[in-house]
């Protein structure tokens, strides 16, 4: 098993920042990818971007690309989204999520219990 925690978001203006967290334990070496999903009120959760955990290969949905920054501490067993420029349409519940997948959330075995990002305009 592997349990992971997010932590860093809340209540931002437009055009701020935010940093998130997710911290891994238990069996980390049992996934290759990590990646972080995003669900508004009322749509489906959507991919946000990933990082594999061997080569820090990073891939981002186009909405975010140029904006958030995925990155890794392999010895922390920790994760990171940095997220600039937000706009109001960033604001939802994200999660971390452990796999070997890619962008499809189904491809993921462990998530987080998510952290709320929310934009005010």
């Known amino acids: 098993q592997v349990q992971l925690v997010e932590s860093g978001g809340g209540l931002v203006q437009a055009g701020g920042s935010l940093r998130l967290s997710c911290v891994a334990s238990?069996?980390?070496?049992?996934?290759?990818?990590m990646g972080w999903f995003r669900q508004a009120p009322g749509k489906e959760r959507e991919f946000v971007a990933l990082i594999l955990r061997s080569t820090g290969g990073t891939y981002y949905a186009n909405s975010v690309k140029g904006r958030f920054t995925i990155s890794r501490d392999n010895a922390k067993n920790t994760v990171f989204l940095q997220m600039n420029s937000l706009k109001p349409e960033d604001t939802a519940v994200y999660y971390c999520?452990?796999?070997?997948?890619?962008?499809?959330?189904?491809?993921?075995?462990?998530w987080g219990q998510g952290t709320q990002v929310t934009v005010s305009s």
């Open positions: 238990g069996r980390t070496f049992s996934y290759s990818t």
């Open positions: 999520a452990a796999g070997d997948g890619l962008t499809s959330s189904r491809t993921y075995d462990y």
